[in-house]
């Protein structure tokens, strides 16, 4: 029982939970208050004179490319779009009937 004797037996205290710590509130300074304010319309105007100025810094190739990237993507939805579901499962059943039985298993002659 010597080994037990320096424990503490008291409840468990947590941070932000209980009696005493409900009470208790920090008090902010004018300072505090006047110094976050600056902060934001600090960024606020900062985010104004960015989206003024921003420029596009692609080459004409990155551009023709990115035109053609959409073009095609929108030829692929119309194309999906086009088709019903039933003409999809017609079209994957023609394209089964086309492929190669190369799982099957071929006929092996004794004669030959």
């Known amino acids: 029982m010597s080994e037990y004797a320096t424990?503490?037996?008291?409840?468990?205290?947590?941070?932000?939970?209980?009696?005493?710590?409900?009470?208790?509130?920090?008090?902010?300074?004018?300072?505090?208050?006047?110094?976050?304010?600056?902060?934001?319309?600090?960024?606020?105007?900062e985010e104004v004179k960015?989206?003024?100025?921003y420029l596009d810094k692609r080459t004409p190739a990155q551009i023709a490319f990115d035109k053609m990237q959409e073009k095609r993507q929108m030829e692929r939805i119309l194309n999906k779009a086009s088709?019903?579901?039933?003409?999809?499962?017609?079209?994957?059943?023609?394209?089964?009937d086309n492929l190669t039985e190369h799982y099957d298993i071929p006929k092996v002659s004794w004669t030959k």
């Open 50 to 53: 960015t989206k003024k100025v």
């Open 83 to 96: 088709k019903t579901h039933k003409h999809r499962v017609e079209d994957f059943n023609r394209h089964l």
């Open 7 to 45: 424990v503490q037996k008291s409840a468990l205290k947590l941070k932000g939970v209980g009696d005493i710590s409900a009470g208790k509130k920090k008090k902010k300074n004018k300072e505090s208050k006047h110094r976050m304010e600056q902060v934001v319309t600090s960024q606020s105007d």
